[in-house]
Antibody, heavy 113, light 112 residues
């Protein structure tokens, strides 16, 4: 059974950093592209980042490019999202997703002073 | 960026009835490899989104055949027949043909 468990969320001040993790199990992690998607409170879904199976290619929308970095450790079956220079508009629940087919339960990030 | 226009925003339905949701893209979603990467999700209250349909018309594992997807190019539709209580929630389309990947604004399926 595919399981994705996010962690690392919390309250952070504007301009600070936070690193999210997503522990994966139930499938061969190194064989699949992974993504992060977020949802601001009471809002729709927004794609945040994608990384290819080997980690060599990463993709971001302009809203986070240069501030967020997606990475993975295939030996640990773990996906990461390093978030720097956080803004209030980054406040959201962050989901990791395998192949856009399986999603974790999400982790809340609140950016506020 | 590809804009995904999803309609209606709210869709009141009766249990046992039929629902239809439209998703239109600002440009063709046909990839250079010939595939069309248009997917549909349902997000039930308090839950993560769950994949219903991938690549226009393919039902994901465990999805009842009451759900069907169709369309091509820039115009896509999700149909739900014989609506059941567990079908209520927010529906989203997603295109992953072009970067940045973009979602539709969502459709809330609720009881009439």
């Amino acid at each position: 059974e595919v399981q994705l468990v996010e962690s690392g969320g919390g309250l952070v001040q504007p301009g600070r950093s936070l690193k999210l993790s997503c522990a994966a199990s139930g499938f061969t992690f190194s064989s699949f592209a992974m993504a992060w998607v977020r949802q601001a409170p009471k809002k729709g879904l927004e794609w945040v980042a994608t990384i290819t199976s080997g980690g060599s290619n990463t993709y971001y929308p302009d809203s986070v490019k240069g501030r967020f970095t997606i990475s993975r450790d295939n030996a640990k079956s773990t996906l990461y999202l390093q978030m720097d220079s956080l803004r209030s508009e980054d406040t959201a629940t962050y989901y990791c997703a395998k192949d856009l087919a399986y999603w974790g339960q999400g982790v809340m990030v609140t950016v506020s002073s | 960026d590809v804009v995904m226009t999803q309609t209606p925003v709210s869709l009141p339905v009766s249990l046992g009835g039929q629902a239809s949701i439209s998703c239109r893209s600002s440009q063709s979603l046909v990839h250079s490899n010939g595939n069309t990467y248009l997917h549909w999700y349902l997000q039930k209250p308090g839950q993560s989104p769950q994949l219903l349909i991938y690549r226009v018309s393919n039902r994901f594992s465990g999805v009842p055949d009451r759900f069907s997807g169709s369309g091509s190019g820039t115009d896509f539709t999700l149909k739900i027949s014989r609506v059941e209580p567990e079908d209520l929630g927010d529906y989203y389309c997603l295109q992953s043909t072009h970067f940045p990947w973009t979602f539709g604004g969502g459709t809330k399926l609720e009881l009439k």
